[in-house]
């Protein structure tokens, strides 16, 4: 085995030359992974003139240096991008927004302490640890082209109650916006308003999904060219007993 089961750090093998090589990879990625901060997750191509130590998240469509890299943590050191792919459970901040996130396995989303990724309410359990749980999840998605689907999901073997919307960057290119899944892609609310601060309560009745299910947020009378808004999800789970 040549490199740490978790981080992927390059160990140093017996009669290897040059190990101060490996050392120095090493020493790079733990300056990169601990107590990781990052400036930005919105940006879809590097800044201009990144400061030695810079890291970012790249957003959804990266180009440039950042092509295929969308959702890793991007480090600028020793003059070059270097990319490190995140696993579930890391968790970082993001300085842009003042927000803690955390990676958990499809997507970062938003942390709260109460749960990973938003809130959950356990209602009733059982002695053998069943539960019935209310869950929310929540998202910012920055919006560009036709639809921009969410990190976050609707689980799958969720009961989904609603779908709630806020705009929270004015929304430019496009006349409205749909909420909604594939298929679909005004479920939740359809004609929404553009202005910063427009709010919609997608309301459904109750609904079972049977797959893990992305929101989608679809375009009306153009693309968009900016513009954010924050969903989230309003859901109930109902887990087996684990013994």
């Known amino acids: 085995m040549d490199t740490s089961a978790n981080l992927n750090l390059p160990y140093i093998m017996a009669a290897q030359a040059q190990k101060h090589v490996t050392h120095n990879d090493s020493i790079r990625a733990l300056d990169a992974l601990v107590q990781i901060s990052v400036i930005d997750r919105n940006f879809t191509a590097p800044p201009p003139s990144p400061n030695e130590g810079d890291r970012y998240i790249p957003a959804t469509g990266a180009t440039g240096t950042w092509a295929g890299k969308d959702g890793v943590i991007a480090a600028y050191q020793d003059g070059a991008w270097m990319f490190y792919p995140p696993q579930s459970g890391w ?99 359809s004609g929404l308003g553009i202005a910063n601060g427009s709010t919609n309560s997608g309301v459904i009745g109750p609904t079972a999904f049977y797959a893990d299910t992305n929101v989608r947020i679809s375009a009306n009378g153009g693309n968009f060219t900016s513009g954010k808004v924050r969903i989230a999800i309003h859901h109930l789970l109902c887990n087996a007993s684990t013994s």
Do not use: H
Not at 135 to 146: M, V
Not at 166 to 180: K, P, Q
């Open 91 to 189: 968790i970082a901040y993001v300085i842009a927004e003042a927000r803690l996130i955390v990676f958990a396995g499809s997507g970062w989303q938003n942390y709260n302490d109460s749960s990973v990724g938003g809130i959950s309410t356990v209602i009733n359990s059982s002695v053998q640890s069943a539960t019935t749980r209310f869950d929310l999840t929540e998202e910012e998605i920055a919006l560009a082209g036709s639809s921009v689907d969410s990190t976050i999901i609707i689980p799958d073997r969720a009961i989904v109650f609603a779908v709630t919307a806020r705009t929270t960057e004015v929304i430019t290119g496009a006349a409205s916006y749909d909420c909604g899944i594939v298929g679909d892609t005004a479920k939740f609310g």
